[in-house]
Nanobody, 116 residues
Framework: QVQLVESGGGLVQTGGSLRLSCVAS????????MNWYRQIPRKEREYVAN????????NYAASVKGRFTISRDNAKNTVYLQMNNLKPEDTAVYYC?????????WGQGTQVTVSS
């Protein structure tokens, strides 16, 4: 079955950096685009970034553009989110997502907390 496992979250000060990872299994990873989303309590989950199957095309939410970079390593079945110049408003649980056979699969999430 499809599994997505995020890691790399933690507590960081404003202006700091973190790199999130999401390891995928159970599907042909290199054939599918991957996405990062985030969610804070009592709010809708929001889109952060996505990358196409080859890694050559990326898109970002306006709030993170220029600070975050999404990338992937198809040999390792892993997608990354490099987050630089973090702000307190980036505090959230971060999830990776893939749509496989018309079904959205989510990881369990990893908490990112940015202190001011």
């Amino acid at each position: 079955q499809v599994q997505l496992v995020e890691s790399g979250g933690g507590l960081v000060q404003t202006g700091g950096s973190l790199r999130l990872s999401c390891v995928a299994s159970g599907f042909a990873f290199s054939n599918y685009g991957m996405n990062w989303y985030r969610q804070i309590p009592r709010k809708e989950r929001e889109y952060v970034a996505n990358v196409d199957s080859s890694g050559s095309s990326t898109n970002y939410a306006a709030s993170v553009k220029g600070r975050f970079t999404i990338s992937r390593d198809n040999a390792k079945n892993t997608v990354y989110l490099q987050m630089n110049n973090l702000k307190p408003e980036d505090t959230a649980v971060y999830y990776c997502k893939s749509t496989v056979r018309n079904y959205d699969h989510w990881g369990q999430g990893t908490q990112v907390t940015v202190s001011s």
